[in-house]
């Protein structure tokens, strides 16, 4: 069967000239491995999904955000602002044996949560 004509690299900002396919044997690879690391990460999106469905965990979260209803990020700087989810400091994805330890949850607003889950992210992949 004849080869297909040369296109350039899907990838962005790559020169490289292709005749099978749409990315170059470099990007193909790294391409790849992150299609493996969506399947790894959908799974333990399924797992976590289940442990935040559970009762124990909603009761535990009902009782720690009765008994810590602000932000504690937020009073550190002075501000009063209710808290609307239940933080564990330490991610289950780190350390899942602390999923349910009291003393590894805090209560934030959401955007003092999403800016401590950024921050989390960016150093696992560093």
């Known amino acids: 069967m004849p080869r297909s004509a040369p296109s ?3 990838y962005p900002h790559c020169a ?3 005749y099978e396919g749409s990315r ?3 990007h193909r690879v790294r391409y790849n491995s992150k299609q ?3 399947y790894r990460t959908s799974d333990e999106r399924a797992e976590l ?3 935040y469905q559970s009762l124990q965990w909603r009761k535990l979260r009902q009782y720690h955000i009765t008994r810590n209803p602000l932000c504690k990020s937020c009073g550190d700087s002075g501000l009063t602002i209710v808290a609307d989810v239940v933080d ?3 991610e289950i994805r780190d350390n899942p ?3 349910l330890d009291t003393t590894n949850l805090q209560s934030l607003c959401h955007s003092c949560h999403n800016r401590k889950t950024a921050e989390v992210r960016k150093q696992r992949t560093i």
């Open 49 to 51: 999904t289940k442990f």
């Open 16 to 18: 490289k000239v292709v």
């Open 88 to 90: 564990h400091i330490e």
């Open 97 to 99: 044996q602390r999923r």
């Open 36 to 38: 493996e690391k969506k």
């Open 8 to 10: 350039p690299c899907t």
């Open 24 to 26: 170059c044997d470099e």
